[in-house]
């Protein structure tokens, strides 16, 4: 309320609008010009210790043939997966759907796409899925034919 009333009273007064803005001031002295960028140099050469031992990556034996698989999604309802897995299939893409069971009972519905033999092929099909904003991720696997966890 007191707010209001200082608002009013300024803005019968007048000066709240009429009021203008002081001229610039140019700022005169010395300039620095010998700046000193130590850590440009330091950088580079610095190490931070984080205390957390780097994750170790499996080892995968080179002449293990693998096949590579794009999980493209996966869903509560089966009927939404087979919804995607029949757009898909329109794309011309092999499509597959899994099952896998949830931890707090009933199971997730799997959208596959692949196999192919060799990561540019799977790369191609990728680049397919995210011009559809779908956000799959490839998973290379043995041969074997065992499903990707």
């Known amino acids: 309320m007191g707010g209001a009333v200082v608002l009013a009273i300024t803005y019968q007064s007048g000066s709240a609008s009429t009021s203008t803005p002081a001229a610039a001031t140019p700022i005169t002295g010395p300039v620095a010009t010998n700046i000193d960028w130590e850590f440009i ?11 957390v ?16 698989v794009l999980h493209a999604a996966q869903f509560l309802r089966e ?17 597959s759907l899994s099952t896998r069971p949830r931890d707090l009972g009933g199971a997730w519905y799997r959208v596959m796409v692949g196999p192919y033999a060799n990561e540019p092929d799977a790369q191609k099909a990728l680049g397919l899925l995210r011009d559809r904003d779908i956000p799959a991720q ?6 074997s034919g065992v499903a990707p966890t």
């Open 53 to 68: 031992a780097p994750i170790e990556q499996p080892a995968v034996a080179e002449s293990e043939p693998r096949e590579y």
């Open 41 to 51: 140099d330091r950088l580079p050469n610095t190490e931070v210790k984080t205390g």
């Open 79 to 95: 009927e939404d997966a087979q919804v995607m897995q029949a757009e898909l299939m329109l794309d011309g893409l092999p499509v």
């Open 138 to 143: 490839i998973l290379a696997r043995p041969l």
